[in-house]
């Protein structure tokens, strides 16, 4: 079993024991998509959809979201999230919905969990509020886009590095 740090030495699920880590400033971002039809994201961008604004109450279930994940996926660790931006936005060429979530820590573990959590968090919101008018939307592109911090440093996908700047825009 070396080399796999979620389990002991019976290969059975243990939560990875985090004590001696250095606490250090963390970051990670995550991005997806709700893709659905052009006339279902007409009635988000005009916020006519009948349960209310799509993209606020979607950005606020992504905080939530991320602030729940210790709760639901089981070997993540209770964090102490020092912050959460979340940007919802239109795009028309795709006809979806986009979602970037940035979530940061000071702390012995990163939060990556956390980002994804608030992307899907966040998608599943978005498929909620519209599933009356569009039952085929397709929830997709779930993905972590960057990661800083920790013994593994800085991670941005395609291995591009950024200025550290990326404020969820990428």
């Not at 979530?101 to 519209?130: F, I, P, Q, W």
Request: glycine share 12%.
């Amino acid at each position: 079993m070396d080399g796999l740090t979620h389990l002991n030495d019976q290969g059975r699920a243990r939560m990875v024991d985090v004590g001696d880590k250095d606490i250090t400033d963390r970051r990670a971002v995550a991005r997806g998509r709700v893709y659905m039809k052009p006339g279902t994201l007409e009635l988000v961008e005009k916020g006519d959809m009948k349960k209310g604004d799509v993209l606020g109450v979607a950005q606020v279930g992504g905080i939530m979201g991320a602030k729940q994940t210790p709760n639901i996926i089981p070997m993540c660790h209770p964090l102490s999230i020092s912050g959460i931006d979340m940007k919802l936005e239109i795009n028309r060429e795709l006809t979806a919905v986009e979602i970037k979530a940035e979530v940061s820590v000071s702390g012995k573990t990163g939060v990556e969990m956390e980002a994804l959590t608030a992307v899907a968090v966040a998608a599943l919101t978005v498929y909620d509020m519209c599933k009356a008018v569009d039952k085929e939307m397709v929830i997709g592109d779930i993905e972590l886009i960057e990661k800083r911090g920790g013994k593994s440093g800085h991670y941005l996908k395609g291995g591009v590095k950024s200025d550290g700047n990326s404020n969820c825009r990428q």
